[in-house]
């Protein structure tokens, strides 16, 4: 069975760091692309980074490009996002979910989400 | 960057069936994904490849792209369909290919 578990979300202050962590199973995590996708309360989803399978192609959101890093450690089938200079706005659930092998990219399954608070 | 608009909400009567549009400009020469998500759960993809249905999916479920929009379509809608629905594309063109639809609700009546 594919399972994707995610962990790392917690209370931040505005400013602050945080590294969130998704460890994969049940598939070959290294032929897959990867990705974040967040939720802020009451929105809709919002796409925020996509890796590709050997980390060749490194995608951002305009909202979080130059603060977050996305990587992978193929030989733990982890998948990390390195979250920094945390806003207000930044507040949401987190989801990490596989993409695909292909040039297109979709997003199946997804795990079951952390929430990251920003707030003083 | 590209955008995806979707209506805000569809409301159907049960076994009916529902109609959900996905407008972007030129839709129909990209591929488009569904994602079906009821509160409180993460999204399930429903369609991908605009009309290709994952296994698990009941073939109630179907897609279709063409022109400026894509369509995901309900056949014989139950109560238990009641839940926000999300298209995606991929634009590969783009520095920031990931995009999300505004989102449906589902209301079943």
């Known amino acids: 069975e594919v399972q994707l578990v995610e962990s790392g979300g917690g209370l931040v202050k505005p400013g602050g760091s945080l590294r969130l962590s998704c460890a994969a199973s049940?598939?070959?995590?290294?032929?897959?692309?990867m990705n974040w996708v967040r939720q802020a309360p009451g929105k809709g989803l919002e796409w925020v980074s996509s890796i590709s399978s050997s980390s060749s192609y490194i995608y951002y959101a305009d909202s979080v490009k130059g603060r977050f890093t996305i990587s992978r450690d193929n030989a733990k089938n982890s998948l990390y996002l390195q979250m920094n200079s945390l806003r207000a706005e930044d507040t949401a659930v987190y989801y990490c979910a596989r993409g695909t092998v292909t040039t297109d990219n979709w997003f199946d399954p997804w795990g079951q989400g952390t929430l990251v608070t920003v707030s003083s | 960057s590209y955008v995806l608009t979707q209506p805000p909400s569809v409301s159907v009567a049960p076994g009916q069936t529902a109609r959900i549009t996905c407008g972007g400009n030129?839709?129909?020469?990209?591929?488009v994904h569904w994602y079906q998500q009821k509160p409180g759960q993460a999204p399930v993809l429903v369609v991908y490849?605009?009309?290709d249905r994952p296994s698990g999916i009941p073939e109630r479920f179907s897609g279709s792209n063409s022109g400026n929009t894509a369509t995901l379509t309900i056949s014989r809608v139950e109560a238990g369909d009641e839940a926000d629905y999300y298209c995606q594309v991929w634009d590969s063109s783009s520095d920031h290919p990931g995009v999300f639809g505004t989102g449906t609700k589902v209301t079943v009546l």
């Open positions: 049940g598939f070959t995590f290294s032929s897959y692309s």
């Open positions: 030129n839709i129909g020469s990209k591929s």
């Open positions: 490849d605009d009309s």
